[in-house]
């Protein structure tokens, strides 16, 4: 019984896909912090859906698809900043126009061109079988966005709190809002080979999410939402093997419950908190009266 229960740690590919999804996650758990303080969890989504023509064009070409899914996540986001700024259509409107035509377009041009992307493996992600190629890459994605994170993130954080104040002491927001994107086209490069276009999703957003929930600061936010984003990669891989489903799906699904029991029992800001300070709101008025 022991032995079956760690029988995934014996394999070589097995802990291979645990050390790049461990990389894919911290960097995309500590994205998703500031993705849901700046509330951009529109623009996550909407990059890792549009990242598919570039990795279709890419793929059929012969160059990294890691270039092609960069270039795609920036065309994206930069798209939509100029709808937004040249006509009456808002930021999350333009987000959902550009993102949706450029996911189609890509969908589309998998009928046409002969590429050795294979479009689960785009979508769902194939971590427990990627390529030495794609490997690198992944790690170099991971590893640059963590990078950059640790040495500009007081100065994004700042951005998201109170880009006005960010722009009195000196600092160029413009560049910053860039470094962000191109941070953000970064992480989703790297988890397109781990979890796939359409669940990386949930790595960037769900892990803030939780951290938030749980703590008032940032730097507790961002331990919790690692911690999260980790053990979620980790234990969903273990479970994908045990029970012979797709690991990416696990993934999620065990991020959605951490969630979800992070929103019933936080201690500040979670269903049972809020109901207790009704509750004792509703007392406090009685005695008043």
């Known amino acids: 019984m022991i032995e079956a229960l760690f029988a995934p740690f014996t ?32 623009l996550g989504d909407a990059i890792a859906h549009a990242v598919l023509p570039g990795v279709v064009i890419a793929s059929a070409l012969g160059f990294p698809i890691a270039i092609g899914a960069f270039v795609a996540g920036m065309l994206c986001a930069m798209g939509a900043g100029f709808v937004q700024s040249h006509s009456r259509v808002k930021e999350d409107a333009a987000l959902g126009v550009v993102f949706t035509g450029m996911f189609a377009a890509g969908m589309v041009m998998l009928a046409f061109l002969t590429t050795e992307a294979h479009v689960t493996h785009i979508l769902f992600g194939n971590i427990l079988g990627i390529e030495p190629e794609d ?9 640059v966005t963590l990078g950059i994170l640790l040495l500009k993130g007081r100065d994004l954080k700042l951005f998201c709190f109170d880009p006005v104040h960010a722009r009195s002491i000196g600092l160029n927001v413009t560049l910053l809002r860039y470094l962000f994107l191109a941070l953000l086209s970064a992480a989703v490069v790297a988890g397109v080979q781990a979890v796939g276009v359409i669940l990386v999703v949930a790595l960037l957003i769900t892990p803030g999410c939780i951290g938030y929930l749980l703590s ?8 919790i939402a690692v911690a999260s984003a980790v053990a979620s990669t980790l234990f969903g891989i273990v479970v994908s093997y045990h029970a012979d489903v797709a690991p ?7 991020l959605s419950l951490l969630f979800a029991v992070a929103l019933a029992f936080a201690p500040e800001h979670g269903l049972l908190a809020s109901r207790r300070a009704r509750r004792a709101a509703v007392a406090e008025e009685a005695r008043a009266g």
């Open 135 to 143: 490997f690198w890459q992944t790690l170099l994605a991971g590893g």
């Open 11 to 42: 394999h070589a590919f097995m802990l291979e896909a645990m050390g790049v999804g461990a990389l894919v996650a911290t960097a995309c758990a500590l994205l998703s912090c500031y993705i849901v303080l700046k509330g951009w969890s529109l």
């Open 248 to 254: 990416a799906g696990a993934i999620v699904v065990i």
């Open 216 to 223: 008032n600061r940032f730097g507790r936010m961002s331990a």
